[in-house]
């Protein structure tokens, strides 16, 4: 039986997996591999494919999850905080490009209505190929991806209002009024029901299935409220990648979005790749051949009013200067929403085939650009920036924003703890005790929902999944513990921790000492079986590698032990995080007080002590009191209560802490 749609998948995974094989070799995007994929193997390339509307539909399910990851990794909570970026900034964006364009193509003698109808098209972005972009950088929560994920809503939510007006803009008569007062009530019981579900109905539903421990009917629930969410939307008219954004949204609200992600990101890689390959099956490579100086000279064109009208609507808003600029910068192109509508303008008339073949030119050409524009406009907003200063222009800022953006940074120079039970938790108390940030990773829905009621920062999810390493920003950890009993999950963490961080301090907990070489073999720092104290020799190692006293270690050891170990059975109310220097964290250093007044170094110059020939020590620092004297002087006097931090061989540090004691 010969199956048409199998043979073209086949096909297209095939050259997929040539090219974007041979463009990683050059450290270029995959994305740009996937569109020129479809320019090869297209009815305009190779002619290789037939079931080209078979191959779309898949394409239009990769850009649905696309939405649906984007729409778990935010909150209700911080689209509201973006209110005024998607409605205002975005109104800005789309209406001066569609002024802007329509202006363009009239004085270059077209009619007024396919100018305006061009317009639509020249101002909505590529949300797949932003995000993906942004994601892939981990930049998704940055401000000016923020400022771009907020804008791009804007584009989908207006253009249903757009294929709406297009009819009445090519002529056609029809009640445009009665249909947007329909949509108008459509979107307002979609937003009631969003609202409802997300608040009440699927964290607890969400909660009873992690209870079954099932990944199978986890992922069938998580895909069920993606595809529900989406055909609700667009069965009142709305696109349906808002509806899986909306369903994204949804899903983030329960303690159970990192897990959900991390299973549907394999499918959402394979889906989004049908859709870049379906885009560049649309290019006509003669056409595109015969017309090379037109189309980049509207290229650039695009680039250079697309990216200066952004960055003024976002300016608008008075965020800063570099933000301002990098939102531009990441929204320059032409998006796929612009392909439907292109369809839409054909059908009316407000399209010809030769004005559909430039504008589909220089809408993939902007895709494939969009990559490389994202990684280099860091550098191009910094040059920006250095010019107006020299011309004499101020940047755009407003202290609050900066606060509140540098309020919501990811944890950096952290702990984190996979696993949340006796030792997890012990664990997690003593952190809190001594000011560190840490994070905890935990598969049990119960605890996740009770811990997190307590303000624990704990996250539903398995730690052998690399999303959810990437989500507690291992890379930037300091620290990392597995207290978890099941040894063979024990050692796939491991070798998912180690293939994020080599250089990771990792501490695990095992059963037996017979367990201990393997996971050594495997990349653990520190293995502590349980037959061993094992709560207190985790928790003074972890505190050990963060530079707290080796005095104020061992007082805490001792008075653990001598009060029954209250400090583990009660709440800690959790102080203000210090986060020490991440500087230090690559040297073999700890940090020692001189708590005694009658040893041989008190009183004494360093000059005179000499503790790099006679100890093998090097003093990096001395906190005396409240202060940090990191200059040391050879004639500097150590004093009862000062707390050196020094660096040297282990065997030598722990001989000069016998002395000072």
Same mark, same amino acid.
């Given at each position: 039986? =010969?199956?048409?749609?199998?043979?073209?998948?086949?096909?297209?995974?095939?050259?997929?997996?040539?090219?974007?094989?041979?463009?990683?070799?050059?450290?270029?995007?995959?994305?740009?591999? @996937?569109?020129?994929?479809?320019?090869?193997?297209?009815?305009?390339?190779?002619?290789?494919? /037939?079931?080209? +509307?078979?191959?779309?539909?898949?394409?239009?399910?990769?850009?649905?999850?696309?939405?649906?990851?984007? *729409?778990?990794?935010?909150?209700?909570?911080?689209?509201?905080?973006?209110?005024?970026?998607? @409605?205002? *900034?975005?109104?800005?964006?789309?209406?001066?490009?569609?002024?802007?364009?329509?202006?363009?193509?009239?004085?270059?003698?077209?009619?007024?209505? +396919?100018?305006?109808?061009?317009?639509?098209?020249?101002?909505?972005?590529?949300?797949?190929?932003?995000?993906?972009?942004?994601?892939?950088?981990?930049?998704?929560?940055?401000?000016? %991806?923020?400022? %771009?994920?907020?804008?791009?809503?804007?584009?989908?939510?207006?253009?249903?209002?757009?294929?709406?007006?297009?009819?009445?803009?090519?002529?056609?008569?029809?009640?445009?009024?009665?249909?947007?007062?329909?949509?108008?009530?459509?979107?307002?019981?979609?937003?009631?029901? $969003?609202?409802?579900?997300?608040?009440?109905?699927?964290?607890?539903?969400?909660?009873?299935?992690?209870?079954?421990?099932?990944?199978?009917? @986890?992922?069938?629930?998580?895909?069920?409220?993606?595809?529900?969410?989406?055909?609700?939307?667009?069965?009142?008219?709305?696109?349906?990648?808002?509806?899986?954004?909306?369903?994204?949204?949804?899903?983030?609200?329960?303690?159970?979005? =990192?897990?959900?992600?991390?299973?549907?990101?394999?499918?959402?890689?394979?889906?989004?790749?049908?859709?870049?390959?379906?885009?560049?099956?649309?290019?006509? !490579?003669?056409?595109?051949?015969?017309?090379?100086?037109?189309?980049?000279? !509207?290229?650039?064109? &695009?680039?250079?009013?697309?990216?200066?009208? $952004?960055?003024?609507?976002?300016?608008?808003?008075?965020?800063?200067?570099?933000?301002?600029?990098?939102?531009?910068?990441?929204? @320059?192109?032409?998006? /796929?929403?612009?392909?439907?509508?292109?369809?839409? *303008?054909?059908?009316?008339?407000?399209?010809?085939?030769?004005?559909?073949?430039?504008?589909?030119?220089?809408?993939?050409?902007?895709?494939?650009?969009?990559?490389?524009?994202?990684?280099?406009?860091?550098?191009?907003?910094?040059?920006?920036?250095?010019?107006?200063?020299?011309?004499?222009?101020?940047?755009?800022?407003?202290?609050?924003?900066?606060?509140?953006?540098?309020?919501?940074?990811?944890? +950096?120079? =952290?702990?984190?703890?996979?696993?949340?039970?006796?030792?997890?938790?012990?664990?997690?108390?003593?952190?809190?005790?001594?000011?560190?940030?840490?994070?905890?990773?935990?598969?049990?829905?119960?605890?996740?929902?009770?811990?997190?009621?307590?303000?624990?920062?704990? #996250?539903? %999810?398995?730690?052998?999944?690399? =999303?959810?390493?990437?989500?507690?920003?291992?890379?930037?950890?300091?620290?990392?513990? #597995?207290?978890?009993?099941?040894?063979? %999950?024990?050692?796939?963490?491991?070798?998912?921790?180690?293939?994020?961080?080599?250089?990771?301090?990792?501490?695990?907990?095992?059963?037996?000492?017979?367990?201990?070489?393997?996971?050594?073999?495997?990349?653990?720092?520190?293995?502590?079986?349980?037959?061993?104290?094992?709560?207190?020799?985790?928790?003074?190692? &972890?505190?050990?590698?963060?530079?707290?006293? /080796?005095?104020?270690?061992?007082?805490?050891?001792?008075?653990?032990?001598?009060?029954?170990?209250?400090?583990?059975?009660?709440?800690?109310?959790?102080?203000?995080?210090?986060?020490?220097?991440? /500087?230090?964290?690559?040297?073999?250093?700890?940090?020692?007080?001189?708590?005694?007044?009658?040893?041989?170094?008190?009183?004494?110059?360093?000059?005179?002590?000499?503790?790099?020939?006679?100890?093998?020590?090097?003093?990096?620092?001395?906190?005396?009191?409240?202060?940090?004297?990191?200059?040391?002087?050879?004639?500097?006097?150590?004093?009862?209560?000062?707390?050196?931090?020094?660096?040297?061989?282990?065997?030598?540090?722990?001989?000069?802490?016998?002395?000072?004691?």
């Amino acid at each position: 039986m =010969h199956l048409p749609l199998l043979q073209d998948i086949l096909i297209l995974l095939v050259f997929s997996v040539a090219i974007v094989f041979g463009l990683q070799k050059l450290k270029l995007p995959s994305i740009i591999g @996937f569109l020129l994929t479809g320019v090869v193997i297209g009815p305009y390339g190779l002619s290789l494919i /037939e079931a080209v +509307e078979q191959v779309e539909t898949l394409s239009e399910i990769g850009v649905i999850l696309l939405l649906f990851v984007i *729409g778990m990794e935010l909150s209700i909570k911080q689209l509201v905080s973006i209110k005024k970026t998607v @409605f205002i *900034g975005g109104f800005f964006q789309v209406g001066i490009t569609v002024a802007v364009s329509a202006l363009i193509y009239y004085l270059l003698g077209f009619s007024w209505n +396919e100018a305006v109808f061009v317009g639509f098209l020249f101002s909505l972005s590529s949300t797949a190929i932003v995000l993906k972009t942004l994601q892939d950088r981990h930049e998704i929560s940055a401000p000016h %991806a923020r400022n %771009a994920l907020a804008i791009l809503i804007f584009q989908d939510i207006i253009v249903v209002p757009m294929m709406l007006v297009t009819p009445m803009i090519a002529g056609e008569s029809s009640n445009i009024g009665v249909s947007i007062l329909s949509l108008l009530l459509k979107s307002g019981i979609v937003v009631v029901i $969003t609202y409802v579900s997300a608040r009440y109905i699927v964290p607890r539903l969400m909660h009873a299935v992690a209870k079954t421990n099932s990944k199978e009917l @986890f992922l069938l629930v998580t895909i069920t409220i993606c595809f529900a969410v989406a055909f609700l939307t667009s069965e009142a008219g709305l696109s349906l990648a808002l509806g899986a954004f909306l369903a994204g949204l949804i899903v983030s609200e329960s303690e159970y979005s =990192h897990q959900a992600t991390s299973i549907i990101l394999p499918f959402r890689e394979l889906f989004t790749s049908f859709f870049f390959v379906s885009v560049g099956m649309l290019l006509d !490579l003669n056409f595109f051949l015969n017309n090379i100086p037109i189309i980049l000279l !509207l290229l650039v064109t &695009v680039l250079i009013l697309k990216s200066a009208i $952004t960055a003024g609507a976002v300016a608008i808003l008075k965020y800063p200067a570099k933000t301002v600029i990098l939102t531009g910068l990441s929204l @320059f192109q032409v998006g /796929e929403f612009a392909f439907i509508l292109s369809k839409v *303008g054909i059908e009316y008339g407000l399209l010809t085939t030769e004005t559909n073949q430039y504008f589909l030119s220089v809408s993939i050409l902007s895709m494939i650009l969009t990559p490389f524009v994202i990684i280099f406009s860091g550098t191009i907003a910094d040059k920006l920036i250095g010019v107006s200063k020299k011309l004499g222009l101020n940047g755009t800022t407003d202290p609050e924003i900066d606060y509140e953006e540098l309020d919501n940074q990811d944890l +950096e120079n =952290h702990l984190v703890i996979i696993g949340y039970g006796v030792n997890g938790s012990n664990l997690a108390k003593a952190a809190a005790a001594n000011n560190i940030p840490y994070v905890v990773i935990e598969i049990d829905a119960e605890k996740v929902k009770r811990e997190k009621q307590k303000g624990v920062p704990i #996250i539903f %999810a398995d730690a052998t999944e690399d =999303h959810i390493l990437e989500t507690v920003r291992l890379s930037y950890a300091r620290v990392a513990v #597995i207290a978890i009993s099941n040894h063979v %999950a024990t050692q796939n963490i491991i070798k998912s921790i180690r293939s994020h961080s080599d250089s990771l301090y990792l501490v695990v907990r095992t059963r037996y000492v017979k367990q201990t070489s393997e996971l050594f073999a495997l990349g653990a720092d520190e293995v502590i079986p349980e037959e061993f104290e094992t709560s207190v020799q985790i928790f003074t190692h &972890v505190l050990q590698n963060f530079l707290v006293p /080796e005095d104020d270690i061992e007082h805490l050891v001792e008075n653990i032990r001598a009060d029954n170990y209250q400090l583990f059975k009660g709440e800690l109310k959790r102080p203000k995080t210090y986060r020490p220097n991440k /500087e230090l964290a690559d040297f073999n250093i700890t940090c020692l007080r001189m708590s005694s007044d009658s040893n041989k170094f008190i009183g004494k110059p360093l000059s005179e002590l000499n503790l790099r020939a006679k100890y093998g020590i090097n003093v990096l620092g001395i906190k005396r009191k409240n202060n940090m004297l990191e200059s040391i002087q050879p004639d500097e006097i150590m004093i009862q209560g000062d707390v050196l931090y020094i660096q040297g061989n282990q065997s030598k540090i722990e001989q000069f802490h016998k002395m000072i004691k």
